[in-house]
Structures are given as C-alpha cells and as structure tokens.
C-alpha cells in the first residue's frame, strides 16, 4: 500500500497549523499566507529542513476553513476550556493545532474523526512536552463527540 497520499494528508496538517500561527504572529492576510506557503515552502527546504510534500489543496482547504469558520471553531473550542479560561490565554501553537483540528473534525465528515485526532496530536507532541497534548487531546476529543454522532464514540 502506498502512505505517500496520506504522508502529504499529514504534511499539509502541519503546514496549515505553522501558517495559522504565523497569520497570528505577524497579522498576514489568508490569501498571501497561503501563497507563501504553495510557492515558497511545500515541498522545499528551509535552514537545511527538507520539508515533505504536501497536499496543497488540503492545505489550502484547512487554512482558508478556519479562517471563513473562525467565530464558530472558537465557539467549539471554549465551551471545552475551564471556567474563566479564554482560547486567547492559550499558547499560540496550540490555538492554531486546536483550530485546525477542530475545522476538519466539523468540516471533514469525510475522514473519520479518529484519525484526525491522531493527527493533530502527533503535531501537538512534536511542538511540547508537558501537558499541552493531553489538553489538546480532550478539547478535539470533545469536539469529535458533539460533532460526529453517526460514528462509533469509543471512550
């Protein structure tokens, strides 16, 4: 069986949440984010990091998704943080994974909610060390639940 199709599903993921962050950092527009990322970043090298292939359409779909869908992605988002927590009092990195996670789990009924999660944590261990996966895993594992009744919900 060839990953090569799935690999790029992954490449993108990681690629949408590094642009969703840099979007916040810098305040750069969606369209120009995007083109960056298409022209200059998928697929190449950068400080002598080969950066995989990556579906740029996928890509192109989460980024722009969570940008159209963002009142309604942070709705989904807050009603999992603790009372008085804000998205906003969390660290940047983790909005953008928590954000893109949260767009497909809604958006995508067309990947199976699972491996989306999976997704998104493999992105989330790689960016910390602490606590932040576990928090990540139940906030997108809320968001599954509420999201995907006609899938199997196993706890």
């Known amino acids: 069986m060839n990953d ?5 599903r992954t490449n993108a993921r990681l690629a949408a949440v590094q642009a969703l962050y840099q ?32 579906d740029a359409k ?24 603790a009372k008085n927590w804000k998205l906003s009092r969390l660290d940047a990195t983790a909005r953008s994974i928590l954000r893109a996670g949260a767009y497909e789990l809604v958006n995508r009924a067309d990947i199976p909610g699972r491996a989306i999660i999976d997704e998104y944590m493999e992105i989330a261990n790689a960016f910390f060390e602490s606590d932040e996966p576990k928090f990540i895993n139940g906030v997108l594992d809320g968001v599954y639940r509420e999201v995907r009744d006609d899938e199997t919900v196993q706890g």
């Open 4 to 8: 090569l199709p799935m690999q790029t």
């Open 58 to 81: 996928f890509f192109d779909d989460i980024v722009r998704g969570v940008v159209n869908a963002q009142a309604k992605i942070d709705s989904a988002i807050n009603v999992r943080l």
């Open 23 to 54: 979007m916040e950092a810098t305040g750069i527009g969606v369209e120009s984010v995007i083109r960056e990322f298409i022209d200059h970043r998928l697929g190449t090298e950068i400080d002598g990091v080969l950066l995989g292939e990556a």
